[in-house]
């Protein structure tokens, strides 16, 4: 329904008003009184049309509103002093060469191969697996405070021995692309030293969205791209599958490693997998698929093709900007 204005009336009103004006006005001040009610009509009519498209701002710069199919967070009212939420999305294992990994790890830091042979006895001969998740934080809050929900993805590298122990296990999260806009959460990963990219996603409210029509069951799409043309892309096609190549207790493992970029702090999530988003049926689903990343550390676009993951939903409560020194012998029994 129109809704009317001051300025609609006026508008309205202007030429019944300035052609009475004219009638009554002597004929030597016609003239001026015309121009002067013509360009106050076209004052008029421009500020009508610029307060329409101001007000109507808003809705279209603002960050779009999620309608996401997240599970809300369980854990918000028994860790209220604590940032809690929930990540949906889906986490795979991409495995490259072990000399790889080790030109693209840094340097100072050692490979704990035995700390993932353990877990994954029959992992190929010389090879290394590194992470891939990509994920939609839904619910985030501590203090009774709450943010906007955030995705981000990138390609992480577990079992790092940033402490040199030959025994503590950390990730190494290079880089991160997430929801452009939420500052937030970009300036909290790049407090890390992560190489945080501003990013639009596929879907932009959601971990990942349904392909229609697909000749596997359960497919799923998702897709990131940096606001910077050419500086970054990840996108994933996952099915469902009833394969298990890895072990639950696999992606538990790594998942609540410390995680670390310039080694100056490090980030403690703790994934729960014991919380009503993970337990009900169907929510922790084994997945098979395609990966393909154009991202730091890789050099150029990479292609992972029939690679192995989980799609699940999981609850965390997080630690933030701690001593990875404090983190020795972290896991121990």
Request: glycine share 6%; hydrophobic share 40%.
């Amino acid at each position: 329904m129109f809704s009317w204005t001051y300025l609609d009336v006026a508008l309205l009103c202007h030429p019944l008003f300035a052609f009475v004006t004219v009638r009554q006005t002597k004929m030597r001040n016609k003239q001026s009184n015309l121009q002067y009610f013509a360009f106050s009509f076209l004052v008029l009519f421009v500020l009508r049309y610029a307060f329409s498209n101001y007000f109507a701002l808003p809705s279209e710069l603002l960050l779009p509103v999620c309608n996401t199919v997240d599970q809300p967070n369980p854990i918000a009212s028994i860790y209220p002093n604590n940032a809690t939420g929930t990540l949906n999305g889906t986490i795979a294992v991409l495995p490259i060469s072990l000399k790889l990994a080790r030109q693209l790890i840094p340097p100072q830091y050692g490979i704990l191969e035995h700390a993932y042979r353990a877990l994954l006895p029959s992992f190929p001969k010389g090879m290394y697996p590194a992470i891939v998740q990509a994920l939609h934080d839904h619910e985030v809050q501590a203090f009774g405070y709450k943010i906007e929900d955030f995705t981000r993805t990138g390609i992480e590298f577990p079992f790092v021995d940033m402490l040199n122990d030959n025994h503590t296990s950390f990730k190494w999260a290079p880089t991160l692309l997430m929801t452009a806009g939420h500052e937030i959460a970009l300036k909290g990963a790049e407090d890390y030293g992560t190489n945080t990219l501003p990013a639009t996603f596929e879907p932009g409210c959601d971990a990942y969205r349904s392909v229609p029509n697909s000749k596997r069951a359960g497919t799923t799409y998702f897709g990131a791209r940096s606001l910077e043309a050419g500086a970054a892309s990840l996108s994933t096609l996952f099915s469902s599958t009833e394969e298990e190549m890895f072990p639950l207790e696999f992606f538990k493992n790594f998942t609540n490693q410390p995680t670390f970029a310039d080694g100056k702090t490090c980030d403690n999530m703790i994934r729960l997998f014991n919380t009503s988003v993970s337990t009900a049926p169907n929510r922790i689903e084994r997945v098979k698929g395609t990966v393909r990343a154009h991202i730091y550390p890789f050099s150029g676009e990479q292609e992972w093709r029939n690679v192995y993951g989980l799609r699940l939903d999981t609850s965390f409560i997080e630690n933030n900007y701690l001593s990875c020194e404090s983190f020795r012998g972290y896991g121990d029994p």
